[in-house]
């Protein structure tokens, strides 16, 4: 059901992200890099990388814990990718507790690491 839900996401629709697992506090999403997603320096967008991390924190956090809403997301960029790569990204919860959630975002081409975030969700209590 959630992973119908991200995957009906307007956003990841648009940007053809792949939502490709769906576990307990784990998710692993995937895009193909089109020509459309280079900056002006050649390299793949920031905000592409950043919004594959984030499908997959979107899916993990609320995979275990619904809903829960982003407060928190820090990060590096380590590497680009070219036209035509698969580029995933894998979200898997670090730390929980009955009102947050702390989450790693790792994105990969092929097995080298690309981008790295973590981020903090806010675990909204039914009312």
Do not use: W
């Not at 002006?40 to 592409?48: E, I, M």
């Not at 009102?99 to 675990?123: H, Q």
């Amino acid at each position: 059901m959630l992973k119908q839900h991200i995957i009906n996401d307007p956003y990841v629709r648009h940007l053809g992200i792949s939502i490709d697992r769906v576990d307990d506090g784990f998710a692993s999403c995937s895009l193909v890099v089109k020509d459309y997603m280079f900056n002006f320096l050649g390299a793949v967008h920031g905000g592409l990388v950043f919004s594959l991390a984030d499908a997959a924190f979107s899916a993990a956090s609320n995979s275990d814990h619904r809903p829960s809403f982003a407060l928190d997301v820090s990060g590096s960029f380590l590497k680009t990718a070219a036209l035509g790569d698969v580029i995933r990204a894998e979200a898997r919860r670090i730390h929980t507790t009955r009102r947050t959630g702390v989450y790693r975002m790792d994105v990969f081409k092929g097995d080298e690491l690309i981008a790295t975030f973590n981020g903090t969700v806010f675990r909204k209590q039914p009312s």
